[in-house]
């Protein structure tokens, strides 16, 4: 069964720190894997997207994702944090779904809320 | 702007009334999906369609139904039998297009049900 595990429920920077969101995931097929970012009573933007191309995605607003097979992770870093970032963040992947080829639904890790400080 | 609209923003129901989510999407997406978050626990699939007059069962369906007779639109009805109501729908839509590119998934801005 494909599952995702984001590994910190809480985790809080500096403002211009680098961020790391990590998340470890399961999978029995070649997995497409997803970063959304939640800020709050909102809905989901998407950060970025790996879907076997380049290991390494870059993504929206300075964030970028590494996909690595052997330690079946896809950590969120960023450089240098912004104040803006604070949000909610979501590790997902996606399944195959049983009627339309390409169609699949989505199975989220818990969150991680990221916390900017001054 | 092409976009998926949830309403109502906040909906309060009383013990023992079935209340309706609106899910609208103009985006022509085949696919569409009703999730449920709550405080520490992610989304959770409550029922999701691939095509219109069909739909599946997702990880936490009892208590809930949906119909899908248009493409565009999928409202879900949580009924009294959903014990725990309380907490933030969001519906999503998608294509097969749309995952072979960088585009994903739409989401709409939530639903944010209390019971009161």
């Known amino acids: 069964a494909q599952s995702v595990t984001q590994l910190d429920s809480h985790v809080s920077v500096s403002e211009g720190t680098p961020v790391l969101l990590r998340c470890n995931y399961s999978?029995?097929?070649?997995?497409?894997l997803f970063w959304y970012v939640q800020h709050p009573n909102k809905g989901l933007q998407l950060l970025l997207k790996?879907?076997?191309?380049?290991?390494l995605v870059k993504g929206i607003n300075g964030f970028e994702a590494e996909f690595k097979k052997s330690e079946t992770s896809f950590h969120l870093t960023k450089p240098s944090a912004h104040m803006s970032d604070a949000a909610e963040y979501f590790c997902?992947?996606?399944?195959?779904?049983?009627?339309?080829?390409?169609?699949?639904?989505?199975?989220f890790g818990q969150g991680t809320r990221l916390t900017i400080n001054p | 702007d092409g976009g998926i609209t949830q309403s109502p923003k906040y909906l309060f129901r009383k013990e023992g009334q079935n209340v309706t989510l609106s899910c609208e999407q103009n985006?022509?997406?085949?696919?569409m999906y009703w999730y449920r978050q709550d405080p520490g626990q992610g989304l959770r699939l409550i029922y999701y369609?691939?095509?219109?007059?069909?739909?599946q069962k997702g990880d936490i369906a009892e208590g809930y139904s949906v119909s899908r007779e248009k493409k565009e639109s999928f409202p879900l009805t949580v009924t009294s039998a959903q014990k725990n109501p309380t907490a933030f729908y969001l519906c999503?839509?998608?294509?097969?297009?749309?995952?072979?590119?960088?585009?994903?998934?739409?989401f709409g801005s939530g639903t944010r049900l209390t019971v009161v």
């Open positions: 999503a839509s998608t294509t097969g297009a749309a995952l072979r590119t960088n585009y994903g998934y739409t």
């Open positions: 999978s029995s097929y070649s997995p497409s």
């Open positions: 790996y879907t076997s191309a380049a290991t």
């Open positions: 997902v992947v996606s399944v195959p779904g049983p009627l339309i080829q390409g169609a699949q639904k989505l199975v």
């Open positions: 985006l022509n997406h085949d696919a």
């Open positions: 369609s691939q095509i219109v007059n069909d739909f």
